[in-house]
């Protein structure tokens, strides 16, 4: 399970969260595998294309507050948006993390 996890999501996470994404599905049971094998994480690359192209990747990063606030400023008049561009990897990582986080604490 660990693996077939790791093979479809493992894009999805950072080097640095890997290993401690391989070692707590590990301590998982295999009745609650089917909860994490049906999480819908962000891909990165995606994410990228959605900050050049359009912006509005902090609606897909539910940051619905600032994503709002990022469009009626006309993206901080470009200043916002080539700062999104350049975080956007990172905090597509994050925001996977704490939803894999968020779902292991609901399998216990």
């Not at 990747?57 to 469009?71: C, N, Q, S, T, Y």
């Not at 006309?74 to 779902?103: A, E, H, P, S």
């Amino acid at each position: 399970m660990v693996q077939a996890f790791l093979l479809k999501n493992g894009e999805c996470f950072d080097m640095m969260a890997i290993q401690d994404v391989q070692n707590r599905l590990s301590e998982l049971d295999d009745s609650k595998s089917a909860l994490v094998m049906s999480m819908n994480l962000q891909n990165p690359t995606i994410m990228l294309i959605i900050a050049i192209i359009l912006g509005w990747e902090r609606f897909f990063l539910d940051d619905i507050a600032l994503g709002i606030l990022k469009v009626i400023t006309c993206y901080g008049c470009g200043i916002w948006w080539l700062v999104d561009i350049f975080t956007v990897k990172n905090r597509t990582y994050k925001y996977n993390y704490y939803k894999f986080n968020q779902t292991l604490m609901f399998c216990k």
